[in-house]
């Protein structure tokens, strides 16, 4: 992976000296992940005039399991105690190996930090990095999409796991819970985001926390999970109905979102208008009269961090590329009855290499638990 990291470095590099800076200061962790290799904590990477730095502030692999960064790199340490800041400690390094100019993430830093590095080296020019490495990580490498393949079967086995359990009578923060656990033990990093579990009146609600509501017969069950392999985080969701055959307007309900997100999934194509993904999914249940409380965007991208560019909008700018992973989970939330989530991570790719790959594949039928 080395040669890997080294020309991601090269690419933003090369970015930075076609802007006018000689040298740059990530600080973003998972930025400084995507080219070092690793990020521990408070971490910081220069690339530098004449060499390239990891600064960190502590031991850089202080837990078992924990990512190493690239072999190729230098790593500094600085000392545990009065060893400073190391995005300071880089700048005044910057300074010192000749650059008259230092591009930093001006939407990271905090004012004091951005003014700590003015001061340590005042005649350092300090210019706006911007989102550089944001737009570099949206097209993911082989290497990545595999993170992202296993962590979508790690959740696909902790969800079926769960499917097969007794769930009535059990807590939505309960069940949360153990699909947590469950992702661990089957080899995740952790979970990708904090686990949505919504029963009854609060199921499709996005983005509900987890309650001490128990599981009755006859709720919709909406869950929402993701695990974090090497990193890289997936996200499914799925809607069911516990104990009982679906009533009519559940079925209704349900057959209405799937086709949303078929409609969204389908248009996964590389060149594709990311509000004209956005667009066809909200198509459908915009026609069927559900416009209102709909969600801000119909899904987005995901890698690194769990939610990234490319961003399926109304008001999204831009196309989709081959290679870029992105959600696609519409749902309708009806307030006092509950509602339906199905969201799926996919992978683009052109139709000659047969469309977009589904990396989350338990079920979409609508199972009655």
Same mark, same amino acid.
């Given at each position: 992976?080395?040669?890997?990291?080294?020309?991601?470095?090269?690419?933003?590099?090369?970015?930075?000296?076609?802007?006018?800076?000689?040298?740059?200061?990530?600080?973003?962790?998972?930025?400084?992940?995507?080219?070092?290799?690793?990020?521990?904590?408070?971490?910081?990477?220069?690339? &530098?005039?004449?060499?390239?730095?990891?600064?960190?502030? +502590? $031991?850089? !692999?202080? @837990? #078992? %399991?924990?990512?190493?960064? *690239?072999?190729?790199?230098?790593?500094?340490?600085?000392?545990?105690?009065?060893?400073?800041?190391?995005?300071?400690?880089?700048?005044?390094?910057?300074?010192?190996?000749?650059?008259?100019?230092?591009?930093?993430?001006?939407?990271?830093?905090?004012?004091?930090?951005?003014?700590?590095?003015?001061?340590?080296?005042?005649?350092?020019?300090?210019?706006?990095?911007?989102?550089?490495?944001?737009?570099?990580?949206?097209?993911?490498?082989?290497?990545?999409?595999?993170?992202?393949?296993?962590?979508?079967?790690?959740?696909?086995?902790?969800?079926?796991?769960?499917?097969?359990?007794?769930?009535?009578?059990?807590?939505?923060?309960?069940?949360?819970?153990?699909?947590?656990?469950?992702?661990?033990?089957?080899?995740?990093? &952790?979970?990708?985001?904090?686990?949505?579990?919504?029963? +009854? $009146?609060? !199921?499709? @609600? #996005? %983005?509900?926390?987890?309650? *001490?509501?128990?599981?009755?017969?006859?709720?919709?069950?909406?869950?929402?999970?993701?695990?974090?392999?090497?990193?890289?985080?997936?996200?499914?969701?799925?809607?069911?109905?516990?104990?009982?055959?679906?009533?009519?307007?559940?079925?209704?309900?349900?057959?209405?979102?799937?086709?949303?997100?078929?409609?969204?999934?389908?248009?996964?194509?590389?060149?594709?208008?990311?509000?004209?993904?956005?667009?066809?999914?909200?198509?459908?249940?915009?026609?069927?009269?559900?416009?209102?409380?709909?969600?801000?965007?119909?899904?987005?991208?995901?890698?690194?961090?769990?939610?990234?560019?490319?961003?399926?909008?109304?008001?999204?700018?831009?196309?989709?590329?081959?290679?870029?992973?992105?959600?696609?989970?519409?749902?309708?939330?009806?307030?006092?009855?509950?509602?339906?989530?199905?969201?799926?991570?996919?992978?683009?790719?052109?139709?000659?290499?047969?469309?977009?790959?589904?990396?989350?594949?338990?079920?979409?039928?609508?199972?009655?638990?």
């Amino acid at each position: 992976m080395s040669e890997v990291y080294a020309a991601r470095r090269t690419r933003l590099r090369e970015y930075c000296n076609a802007g006018g800076s000689a040298a740059a200061l990530v600080s973003r962790p998972a930025n400084v992940r995507y080219l070092a290799g690793a990020a521990p904590r408070g971490a910081v990477l220069l690339l &530098g005039r004449t060499e390239d730095l990891l600064l960190c502030g +502590g $031991p850089t !692999a202080d @837990r #078992p %399991g924990q990512e190493r960064p *690239d072999e190729a790199l230098r790593v500094q340490t600085l000392p545990a105690v009065g060893g400073g800041d190391p995005a300071v400690a880089a700048a005044d390094l910057a300074a010192g190996q000749g650059a008259d100019s230092l591009a930093v993430e001006e939407h990271h830093l905090t004012v004091a930090r951005h003014r700590a590095l003015g001061s340590v080296a005042p005649r350092l020019r300090l210019a706006n990095l911007g989102s550089a490495v944001e737009q570099l990580r949206v097209v993911k490498d082989e290497e990545e999409i595999s993170c992202l393949r296993i962590g979508a079967e790690i959740a696909d086995q902790a969800l079926g796991e769960l499917l097969e359990s007794i769930l009535v009578g059990r807590t939505e923060r309960h069940l949360a819970l153990e699909l947590e656990r469950r992702l661990v033990d089957h080899g995740a990093d &952790g979970p990708a985001f904090p686990t949505s579990v919504a029963t +009854g $009146p609060n !199921a499709g @609600r #996005p %983005g509900h926390r987890p309650t *001490d509501r128990r599981v009755e017969e006859g709720d919709f069950l909406s869950v929402c999970l993701g695990a974090t392999y090497r990193g890289y985080r997936c996200e499914i969701g799925r809607t069911f109905v516990i104990g009982t055959a679906p009533a009519d307007w559940q079925i209704e309900l349900y057959d209405l979102v799937f086709a949303a997100q078929r409609a969204g999934r389908e248009s996964l194509v590389p060149g594709a208008a990311c509000r004209d993904v956005d667009r066809a999914a909200r198509h459908v249940l915009d026609s069927a009269g559900y416009s209102e409380g709909l969600t801000a965007l119909t899904g987005h991208g995901v890698g690194l961090e769990i939610d990234e560019d490319p961003q399926l909008s109304p008001a999204a700018m831009g196309k989709l590329d081959a290679c870029v992973p992105v959600t696609v989970e519409p749902g309708v939330h009806l307030p006092g009855r509950g509602g339906v989530r199905i969201d799926d991570t996919l992978v683009v790719r052109p139709e000659a290499d047969g469309g977009p790959e589904l990396l989350t594949i338990t079920t979409k039928e609508l199972l009655a638990l």
